[in-house]
């Protein structure tokens, strides 16, 4: 997680992001759900940084509390510097133009009375960048850009298939020339033969507009092909961040490697030797120490006492286990 200053675009630093489980009479907190415990890393400039893990574990709150569409519990998130929790309405808004998120599913981001020019267009407005003639022409640039038509202009949401409408997404997300973008899994509502080209229009995009990308999935294979490091989350904590290609060949981590052993392999005639978890039925968040001690085969007495910390164990990857 060391970087150089200026490389780095977005630093998180210790965000927590807690949900109040209620009870009574009068409806008070009784419990808390940590969908986001105490993450912190940074993304570079011009990099994907991957987010993985199950479904449950914080990923897709994790982005949307870094671009403040949640408020936090607690800890910062600095873009190029300056705290996004700190900033004032107007602030916000302008930050609005350098951050933006392609949303997950296709058909339900997209507002069904709003025509396609409509909805690329509505960031010009919006920040009073075009008008008339000039925001037409810029809308339809940005079609072309994203593999449509400019005559797709003037047609509704419905009209268009699944790949189509993730297009849009993803045009009304460049419109404003952003440097950073949260991907919340924006290929796992398509059909296998179309998320190919959504991530590779994805990295044309990133090469062509020097973005940096926050891609979140629970799909590994997708994250390797796009990532430059890959962070593994569990139940709200980070427990591995390394490079692509250390973490794909040496991962340390019990859930890592768990996750790693499940991709298929696209080859009937080659097994994958799959790890088993233990079969645990107590609760998950009643108990103290590391998350994943009651589905881990090597878990130890140190495990139940407390969370292990996040270290270095080599240059740039670090993990959160008292194996290594």
Not at 125 to 145: F, P, Q, T
């Amino acid at each position: 997680m060391k970087a150089s200053t200026d490389d780095i675009l977005v630093e998180v630093k210790g965000l927590k992001k807690y949900f109040p489980i209620k009870g009574g009479v009068l409806s008070r907190p009784v419990d808390w759900v940590k969908a986001v415990n105490g993450v912190s890393f940074n993304v570079k400039k011009g990099e994907t940084l991957g987010l993985v893990g199950e479904s449950g574990c914080g990923k897709s709150t994790t982005g949307r509390v870094i671009l403040r569409l949640m408020e936090p519990t607690s800890g910062e998130v600095l873009f190029k510097g300056k705290n996004v929790f700190n900033l004032k309405k107007d602030e916000i808004r302008s930050l609005r133009r350098n951050m933006q998120i392609v949303f997950q599913d296709p058909y339900s981001s997209l507002n069904p009375r709003m025509t396609v020019g409509s909805i690329v267009g509505e960031p010009l407005d919006i920040h009073h960048i075009a008008s008339g003639k000039e925001k037409r022409n810029m809308v339809e640039s940005i079609l072309e850009k994203v593999g449509l038509m400019p005559e797709h202009m003037n047609r509704y949401p419905h009209e268009f298939s699944g790949g189509q409408r993730q297009r849009i997404g993803i045009a009304r997300a460049i419109t404003l020339n952003p440097d950073f973008i949260v991907c919340d899994e924006p290929v796992s509502a398509l059909d296998v033969s179309i998320q190919a080209q959504i991530i590779n229009l994805l990295m044309k995009l990133q090469e062509e507009y020097d973005l940096s990308y926050l891609m979140i999935s629970h799909d590994l294979s997708v994250v390797k092909h796009i990532s430059d490091r890959i962070i593994v989350m569990y139940q709200g904590i980070m427990v591995e961040l390394a490079e692509k290609e250390e973490l794909y060949n040496n991962p340390l981590h019990p859930y890592t490697k768990l996750l790693l052993s499940a991709i298929p392999i696209p080859d009937p005639a080659v097994k994958r030797s799959r790890l088993k978890l233990v079969e645990n039925n107590e609760e998950n968040g009643s108990f103290q120490g590391c998350p994943f001690q009651n589905r881990c085969s090597f878990k130890m007495k140190q495990c139940s006492e407390e969370v292990p910390p996040l270290k270095e164990v080599s240059k740039e990857h670090w993990v959160a286990c008292y194996l290594e």
